[in-house]
């Protein structure tokens, strides 16, 4: 994954207020206008950020409509083998007891030689797993019947037999090789893996979703199974690394028949268990800063967060050019009329000075980004910020001094200033040492280093100031695991070893270290190869081989339908892999810092910043209101319901949602990722600068969904000062924007852009500094050999003599031989030990 192929899509075609540009003519005219209306009429998104999506739509995503044939293919196994065993009788009508005992057979049918055979009973056990659709009348029948069937084959250690079926065909050479030579792979090279990840699957999420009506023993299996999956039990490793190795290894083409989109859906769905979901997270830190003996947090993130509101987007070059030409035309019209009223007077009306109008007047009067309502919009077309100041028409000089007219409503509605600010304001401390550092340079003429407590000889309003900064000063985890950590490396010996906690983002970290680059690399090569705007290359790695049928379609709604469900797979591999790597970055980062760091590290040498920035260098609103989804053939309406005649008119029409779900928490977690990646990284930032995000980002803003807002004004925030005074100034209703729903540090003048020459953009210095402190880091805590230089030597002789030495088992046999050639051979000078060396 080379850099200039990502930079090249982002920074050509694009002017500096965002839009793309094109040739002109009538028709590029048209089809600005059209994205112009498009934008302003952008309603707002009901969207509610979760850990997932509903276990409906979490469970229809696992299947591709080309694997539709296979749930009949399931039942008919399943019943064949049923049938001998039950005598007439239906699975919903046995007992617990017999229900078990049937899974028993299975369990140990699978473990027969042959490969037919053992398919079979797979696919009768995932029948199982789907909720025996076929006894049931509704979707609520086949999803109770599913969870009560994956409880009870968890009980009889299914998923234990599985582990070993999945592992044997990881490791088979034979299906590899034969898939590397074929020319095209489809469906049924992966038939087998696929049946195993499905049931894998349909088990962990199940019993990941926790319900109000589940009973005890299930909440029980529940808690069981999340530490099995989360502890070095499989091979010594946990089972997420596992599917790590089956992500690398299709990346490097050893095995390219692997079904991928269930290898990324089952990693991330067993992490998001092992580890916990955002919610979880959130407790988490809660606990760790009572640890620390740390003030709680200021505010619960995750609810400022839902109770935010959705800003306007701000305007595009197409509707400044339109709002422009309709105030000249109501202003002229308005003049003339104004004259008029004044020629009985004189003919020449007294003029007035000029009257500069600040670009902020607007908002004082009024905030734009707290009204939803489209009538405002229409109702004050002056309240839009033009982004061209200064010069003003001469001929509406006298227009300017006018009293305004008056209100349509009554003032108590226009004024809508917001209630407060969302967040509260943060401090670090190096931000108290460096303010008390430039004051005391000031006024005193010296400095005290990192002393935050003497005030003496500055002025009161510099004590009023510290006092404020202390009351909003934060201390982060992170600040206190990274002083602790150079405490530890100044003083080994006299502190000791650290006792580090098993957590199960410490395994999991441990697990992946000694491959984490392969492992980063591997997710960002699928990301790239699903996201929309790659395009096809030869070398790139084909990620539909478990969506592309045996047989090509050759009617145009079967061309259709299969299209639709391309579309639909790459979303679900984004949705997967951005969920994925974000619960990975926010649980090592708590974890601890270095974790959090050589991983974001990773992705940063990767080119994972340009390419979440090619990836949002699309028309961002088709994206998320795509409609690649047949709801007559989503799981489990399709084992339930008639299957009603497919036209090109009904996929054309797809469902009536206002937006894709998936896509949305797509573009979230990318920009949180994004956000996480750069956030206090000096060289980081710039490259977002050098990259030219901000138009990219800007066009984002079109989506009125709160939190995708939020976090595209987060990186707008960072780089504002330098994108230069001009880019500020014509981008007022973002900067306030970013004032209303960001959280401020007191003494950041991210507004401003002062003493921006200071800081030079060193990348490799930052980077190598970072990756000295990490190394150290790992080479401290996880290197076997670690603190060789400071092993104490052991000079009694009884003891030496006395350590147990591991000896090969056929020592004993030649014991004799190796006496003779090792002691007795040897000539012995032992007056050479008495000698000076």
Known sequence: MQAEDMEVPIINNLNDNGDRQKPKGKDVFKDQQKESESSMESPNLEFEYGDSDTITAELSELYSYTEEPEFALNRDYFEEDFRSHARGRRWTTLTVDEQKAYVMRLLDALEVTDQDKRLKVARAILYLAQGVFDECDTEVDVLHWSRHNIFLLYDMGIFTALLELLSMEIDNSQACSSAVRKPAISLAD?????????????????????????????????????????????????????????????????????????????????????????????????????????????????????????????????????????????????????????????????????????????????????????????????????????????????????????????????????KGLPWAPKVREKDIEHFLETSRNKFIGFTLGNDTETLVGLPRPIHESVKTLKQHKYVSVSEIQIKKEEELLQCPLSLGEEEVEETPAEILYVGMLPNLSQYVIALLKLLLAAAPTSKAKTDSINILADVLP?????????????????????????????????????????????????????????????????????????????????????????VVHEMPELTAESLEAGDNNQFCWRNLFSCINLLRILNKLTKWKHSRTMMLVVFKSAPILKRALKVKQAMMQLYVLKLLKIQTKYLGRQWRKSNMKTMSAIYQKVRHRLNDDWAYGNDIDARPWDFQAEECALRESIEKFNSRRYDMNKNGDFTPVDNCLQSVLGQRVELPEDFHYSYEMWLEREVFSQPIQWEGLLQNP
């Open 550 to 638: 045996e047989e090509m379609p050759i009617t145009v709604l079967q061309s259709m339908k299969l299209g639709i469900d391309v579309n639909r797979h790459k979303e679900i591999i984004v949705k997967a892999i951005s969920a994925l790597l974000l619960l990975l970055l926010k649980h090592l980062k708590l974890n601890h810092i270095y974790q959090f760091e050589i991983v974001s590290q990773h992705l940063v040498f990767a080119n994972c910043i340009p390419l979440i920035l090619k990836f949002f260098n699309q028309n961002i609103m088709s994206y998320i209101s795509a409609k690649n989804s047949i709801c007559v053939l989503d799981f489990p309406h399709c």
């Open 190 to 418: 992966s038939t087998e893996l696929r049946v195993l990840l499905s049931i894998m699957y349909l088990m962990v999420e199940t019993i990941r979703v926790q319900t109000e009506d589940d009973r005890p023993e299930w909440r029980a299996a529940r808690e069981a199974f999340k530490n099995e999956l989360g502890s070095p039990l499989y091979n010594g490793e946990p089972f997420a690394l596992l599917l790590f190795t089956m992500v690398t290894k299709f990346c490097s083409m050893n095995a390219p028949h692997f079904p991928m989109k269930k290898v990324l859906l089952l990693l991330w769905k067993t992490v998001l268990f092992t580890l916990g979901g955002f919610e979880e997270l959130q407790q988490m830190k809660v606990r760790a800063r009572e640890r620390l003996s740390l003030p709680p947090l200021p505010e619960d993130s995750i609810k400022v967060v839902r109770a935010m509101r959705a800003a306007s987007p701000p305007a595009s070059a197409m509707e400044l050019i339109e709002q422009q030409q309709q105030q000249k035309r109501g202003r002229r019209s308005r003049r003339s009329a104004f004259v008029d009223s004044l020629e009985g007077d004189s003919p020449f009306p007294k003029k007035q000075p000029l009257v500069k109008q600040d670009s902020l007047d607007t908002y004082n009067e009024r905030d734009p980004f707290k009204n939803d309502d489209p009538r405002d919009e229409e109702e004050d077309p002056e309240d839009t910020d033009s982004g061209i100041e200064g010069e003003v028409d001469p001929l509406d000089r006298d227009v300017i001094i006018q009293p305004p007219p008056p209100p349509l409503r009554p003032s108590t509605e226009r004024v809508n200033f917001p």
